[in-house]
């Protein structure tokens, strides 16, 4: 009975998901924007995620951006599994009071010259959290941030703009001014 249930709605609802981007203009923008990384930068950043407490919407175009649309480890742009080999902190979600200490460890370990974006509404301003016992609100709160990239969630392209201006400039928290 409940396999008709479930049948019934996936009927009623029809398809949910987003369409497909058109293609040629997205790789367009995205050839663009990969040239001008590697033009500001001498070469493709590392970049270390850090999930501080997010609801995962902005993990989920993390992911988009990794996949075989985008492939962007494809053209060099790579993420690490540790902070020490990290050009760019990609911070998502607001932060969370027990995630504070490991959000602080991260920064410090990541090498100067070194950037963070905080990605999606709630790493920006701490979204429908905020300040509470359990959060500190938005990543600045923490640790200095140079890009906020606002957004719920903010897509694929989006952030790769962000990963273009973060390394354009000089980085807010380090020694390197």
């Not at 902190?89 to 607001?94: D, E, H, K």
């Not at 920006?124 to 923490?142: E, H, K, Q």
């Amino acid at each position: 009975m409940a396999t008709f249930r479930i049948l019934h709605k996936m009927l009623r609802c029809g398809i949910v998901s987003e369409p497909q981007p058109a293609s040629d203009d997205d790789r367009a923008e995205f050839a663009r924007l990969h040239d001008e990384l590697r033009q500001v930068f001498g070469r493709a950043p590392v970049i270390r995620h850090v999930d501080a407490g997010s609801c995962n919407g902005c993990e989920l175009e993390i992911h988009a951006l990794n996949g075989p649309h985008y492939n962007i480890e494809g053209l060099g742009i790579r993420f690490a599994a540790s902070p020490r080999h990290a050009d760019v902190l990609l911070v998502t979600g607001p932060v969370s009071a027990h995630l504070e200490t490991a959000l602080r460890r991260s920064y410090d370990a990541t090498p100067d010259p070194k950037w963070v974006i905080a990605m999606g509404d709630c790493a920006c301003d701490g979204g429908l959290f905020g300040p509470s016992y359990a959060s500190r609100g938005r990543v600045a709160n923490v640790i200095p941030v140079d890009v906020e990239l606002r957004g719920c969630p903010p897509g694929p392209l989006a952030l790769l703009r962000a990963i273009r201006d973060v390394v354009r400039r000089p980085p807010v928290g380090s020694s390197r001014v």
